[in-house]
């Protein structure tokens, strides 16, 4: 029974996670000028990248791959009611490794994020 809560725990956790990255898209975009005359914009759109790295670091828990194709990516943002395509999956994780967020590179030919065997997900990173 134990293992069973702790799944119960997890899938619970996951769709909060998952619930929260959608609102924080929706409201941020609706609010934008809002934030924009207030001089807080760029601040959120940095807790933005932050969801978004922690969705993508879900994926990578829950699927244990180091190779994840970007059209399961896809399936987890369209699960969320995100209506998003593979082009700007693609941008987000260019901007994610950019910045230091995620590990890796994106095998355009192949559509697949491939992570860093090494400490994928630095929390250093989104510390700073």
């Known amino acids: 029974t134990h293992k069973h809560t702790n799944t119960q725990t997890h899938k619970h956790t996951n769709t909060q996670t998952h619930k929260h990255t959608h609102t924080l898209r929706s ?17 959120l759109e940095k807790c933005k990248s932050v969801c978004y790295r922690n ?19 896809l399936v987890a ?8 395509d593979l082009d700007e999956i693609e941008c987000i994780l260019a901007n994610l490794i950019f910045r230091g967020y995620v590990k890796g590179y994106i095998s355009h030919a ?11 997900f630095p929390k250093s990173a989104v510390i700073k």
């Open 77 to 84: 943002f369209r699960s969320l009611q995100v209506d998003i």
């Open 27 to 43: 409201r941020l975009d609706s609010l934008a000028p809002f934030f924009i005359s207030r001089g807080t914009f760029l601040l």
């Open 55 to 73: 969705l993508f670091k879900r994926l990578y828990l829950i699927t244990g791959l180091t190779q994840l194709p970007l059209s399961s990516i």
């Open 110 to 120: 192949k559509r697949i994020l491939v992570l860093s065997k090494k400490d994928p």
